[in-house]
């Protein structure tokens, strides 16, 4: 077999997604009808407070959401693949790797303390019936070259002994390797410097343009999303409740908890102190609403259609957001502007400035 056949981009729909954990308290929702689809050879960026529903989603793209969680409704459909969600035993082992790479949200994690990556990394190709082993190797030593690295010393050496930087570059090594062409990056600067945040970020454009992937990255930060994505969702409660453009989304924000999100920057230039903290707190797991939008008890716009009635979609050129207001300015004025918070440009007063876009929530 080898090592790095050529494949396309894959392109990936996902449709009414929802997935439920099981708790004292019966099922809860961790994430709830989502339609997302990621364009193939683009980047998309998810972007979100802790909690959101970030992370469950990534791993139901690899159908790999854990007990007391299951996938309860939707598909997720991979263009070579078919419904991830359907995949069962062996065919789903093989997917994970060969055609969908992830990469975890803290590197360490998934590597083992007990063996060097180049153990590991034959590991992976023994699981996955690779023949030219040796192929692999250099394929391995080649990308982390392409990374900055000395590909023989990382293989010869256990974590420890790599820095952060360069355990997360072994991860998106590990996840490339075999030739995927579906990567997904969870969380893939955090607990990095600014620095090495910034390498990471220049690695992941680089890789995803020369070897023509489909990416997605998980994060809590806007500036990585402005710095690399094509497309952004912003979820909140389990929802994703404003996606499109990433320049369109952040330089011109229709739903209020993106606009939140933005006013929560501090600026670079003029008044620090304008911003502003997004009040009150997410919903957890057991205090997302059962009916109405999820945002209400946060959002300065709340109506009262709000506390009952799921927000619909409202269309806004390229982008679509799920908001009541959205759609009654939309009425009244037959386009989908409400009162709102400065783009990207206004509030930072630069693009995609690396390490000062976190998302924050005020704690009542």
């Known amino acids: 077999m080898s090592v790095t056949p050529e494949k396309k981009a894959p392109g990936v729909r996902v449709s009414g997604l929802s997935v ?22 683009t980047i998309t960026g998810v972007v979100g407070e802790s909690g959101s529903g970030k992370s469950t989603l990534a791993l139901s793209l690899l159908n790999a959401v854990q007990p007391p969680g299951r996938i309860s409704a939707g598909s997720v459909e991979i263009d070579g693949l078919g419904d991830v969600v359907k995949l069962r035993g062996e065919e789903l082992r093989k997917a994970r790797g060969r055609h969908i790479g992830y990469v975890f949200q803290a590197a360490q994690n998934s590597l083992n303390p007990l ?16 023949a030219d082993l040796r192929g692999l190797v250099r394929e391995a030593k080649d990308l982390l070259g392409r990374m900055g690295m000395d590909g023989a010393r990382v293989l010869d050496s256990h974590q420890h002994e790599l820095s952060g930087g360069m355990r997360q570059r072994v991860g998106i090594m590990l996840a490339l390797v075999l030739n995927a062409h579906l990567v997904v990056l969870d969380e893939p600067t955090t607990a990095l410097d600014m620095i ?15 070897r023509g992937l489909t990416t997605l990255v998980i ?33 011109a924000p229709r739903h209020p908890y993106t606009q939140g999100l933005l006013r929560a920057i501090p600026r670079l230039v003029g008044d620090i102190d ?5 009040p009150g707190r997410p919903p ?3 205090t997302i609403p059962e009916r109405g939008c999820v945002f209400r008890d946060r959002c300065v716009l709340r109506m009262d259609v709000c506390e009952t009635e799921k927000p619909p ?21 037959g386009r989908a502007d409400i009162p709102r918070a400065g783009g990207l440009q206004e509030v930072v007063g630069a693009q995609g400035a690396t390490g000062v876009h976190e998302v924050r929530g005020e704690q009542p």
Not at 116 to 127: A, E, F, I, M, N
């Open 313 to 333: 979609v409202v269309s806004l050129g390229a982008s679509i957001a799920l908001c009541h207001a959205v759609e009654a300015a939309a009425d009244r004025d």
């Open 20 to 41: 439920v954990y099981r708790t004292s308290a019966g099922e809860l929702p961790a994430i709830s009808g989502i339609d997302l689809d990621l364009v193939p050879g």
């Open 115 to 130: 063996k060097t990556v180049g153990k590991q990394l034959l590991d992976l190709g023994r699981s996955h019936d690779v």
């Open 196 to 210: 090495t945040q910034a390498t990471i970020l220049r690695i992941v454009r680089e890789v995803h343009e020369e």
């Open 274 to 278: 304008e911003a502003t903290a997004l």
């Open 284 to 286: 957890t797991l057991g």
């Open 219 to 251: 994060t809590h930060d806007l500036g990585v999303v402005a710095e690399v994505a094509d497309r952004l969702a912003v979820m909140y409660g389990g929802q994703v409740v404003e996606q499109g453009p990433t320049m369109e989304v952040l330089g």
